[in-house]
């Protein structure tokens, strides 16, 4: 398949398009099967079109493209977005996030140019099927046209989302440019987001309604719902964001899970857990809180490989370093510590590192328990005679020199016995889930001065944690952001989470020793890959403040 027709339209790949260098190239007609006006032409075709944007959006997660849609070329591209924030550190870790955590990041920065490039080819590939739909007649239902241009638009403004959290204004395409261009301009951010808005809404109207009635992990109106409920309150409509999140929490269709449930569910553990363990993330499952899940399913046509979602690697200690210990599934499986959890708010509680840090916790908080963070590590080597069953210590050395023990994120414990050295991790993952439709809207609540209504929301998602109930008194900004540190670390793209509250500068220089005098107001933003730039010829392409 000549994939590189399809996506010429496609921004992010105009170095691709350049450097090839060739009209001809740039003019060949399609004639393979699967070319979109082979593949555009029934109700069947555009179900092959639609499972392309769902692996696209997945690649989001992929390093380096074992079987994968798209190619970071780097390990753990999704913690750029966790690093330089207010909850870890990346110490002595591999170059991929060094520049992220140091802000020493240039236009060339690998991660900086591959997000450019994943979002414009996903909106790309998203504008291809809404131009198509508009040529077919041949569906199988009236309503399939407007539920394909549903999900396109869904896509097309999730990438969107991506690309002005991460670069501010940003051109925004809505169709397919057949003629190849060298001068595009910047649009406005609040046009772009008006843009996603639209999309949005009528991703709301057109999407299904009841997910017992689709695919795990296909799209419902309640997922486009929850996205633009954040839209709205990036937009800083918080009165129709607050009508979004309200509209999904209503719906009938999800709750919050408060019984075991699923896998082990008659084990030693708590709901929280249940949430996190493989395949309980799907409502087959029992799981009523998932909105949106993305699927990685180990050895399964469709599912994930092992350049995918390194997330695990990145917050599990490299334990096996340690003589006494092995590689072992209920630890995690292999771990190589990218990031280090800031003591802050993980507290040091239960291990020998420095200081009396208490951490953000309650003592009755069921997020904060031993099945949830683990920080007892007792040595595993069986032929280890001396340490087999001991405890080993976490201590300032092994937290933060060595990363080889410390409080760990047990959400993003997996391994296989079968294959303990497994790099990516096969779990289905969360993308949306009701907890943080409640805390959408608490966020709602805050920017409409509603501070009760606001401790109100919070407190649904701390009762099922067992914490303990909040008053508007006690309901600020500080607090919800830390409440989504307990609820959604590691989950939540937490740059973007600070980047929409305003908070970014703030939290880094309250909590993020390492760079809280180097930040600036230029740092919210990544600089505009400078490949991009460089070949948009045409006309003037500003970069962001504070690069070159």
Known sequence: MKMKNIITTSLGLIVLLTLGG????????????????????????????????YTLTRSEYNTYGEGGAFIHNGACPYEALQVST?????????????????????????????????AYNLISSANLMLVYSEKNTNWDTPADKARFQAEARFFRAYAYRTLVYLYGDVPYVETILYDFQLNFTRTPKAEVIGHMVDDLKFAVDNLPTNPDDVKEG?????????????????????????????????????????????????????????????????????????????????????GGTNS????????????????????????????????????????????????????????????????????????????????????????????????????????????????????????????????????????????????????????????????????????????????RIRELVGEESRRFTLVRTNTLVERVKKYNNAIKDKITDNNILWPIPQVIRDANTGAPFPQNPGYN
């Open 308 to 483: 995918d979602d390194w997330t695990r690697r990145a917050w599990i200690p490299n334990y096996s370093t340690i003589t006494g210990f092995v590689l072992a599934d209920t630890l995690g499986g292999r771990g190589i510590a990218q990031l280090v959890p800031m003591k802050w708010w993980v507290g040091t509680t239960g291990t020998n590192a420095t200081g009396n840090v208490a951490g953000i916790f309650e003592a009755n908080d069921i997020r904060n328990s031993g099945y949830n963070i683990k920080r007892n590590w007792y040595y595993n080597n069986a032929n280890e005679t001396s340490l087999y069953g001991k405890k080993a210590n976490i201590t300032e050395q092994t937290w933060f020199t060595t990363k080889s023990l410390f409080p760990a994120i047990t959400k993003f414990f997996y391994g296989r016995t079968e294959n303990l050295s497994l790099t990516g991790s096969y779990k289905d993952r969360m993308k949306f889930r009701l907890a943080e439709t409640y805390l959408l809207l608490a966020e709602a609540y805050l920017g409409q001065n509603m501070p009760d209504k606001a401790a109100q929301a919070v407190n649904e998602v701390r009762k099922r944690a067992g914490a303990s109930e909040i008053t508007g008194a006690q309901m600020n900004m500080g607090f919800l952001l830390d409440e």
């Open 218 to 302: 296909k799209l419902t109106k309640w997922a486009a719902s929850h996205l633009l409920s954040e839209i709205y309150l990036l937009q800083g409509n918080h009165a129709e964001a607050e009508k979004a999140a309200l509209a999904v929490i209503n719906s009938g269709y999800y709750n919050l899970m408060k019984n075991r449930y699923g896998v082990n569910g008659s084990k030693p553990g708590d709901v929280f857990s249940d949430l996190f363990l493989e395949n309980n993330q799907n409502r087959k499952s029992g799981n009523k809180e998932s909105i949106w899940v993305l699927q990685f399913q180990f050895n399964t046509i469709g």
């Open 22 to 53: 060739c009209k001809k190239f740039l003019e060949e007609e399609l004639k393979t099967e699967l070319a979109p006006s082979n593949t555009y032409t029934s109700t069947y075709g555009f179900e092959v079109g639609s499972a392309g944007l």
């Open 86 to 118: 207010d909850i870890a550190d990346a110490i002595n870790s591999d170059g991929s996030l060094t520049a992220f955590a140091n802000l020493t990041l240039t236009a060339s920065e690998r991660f900086v140019g591959t997000y450019w490039n994943w």
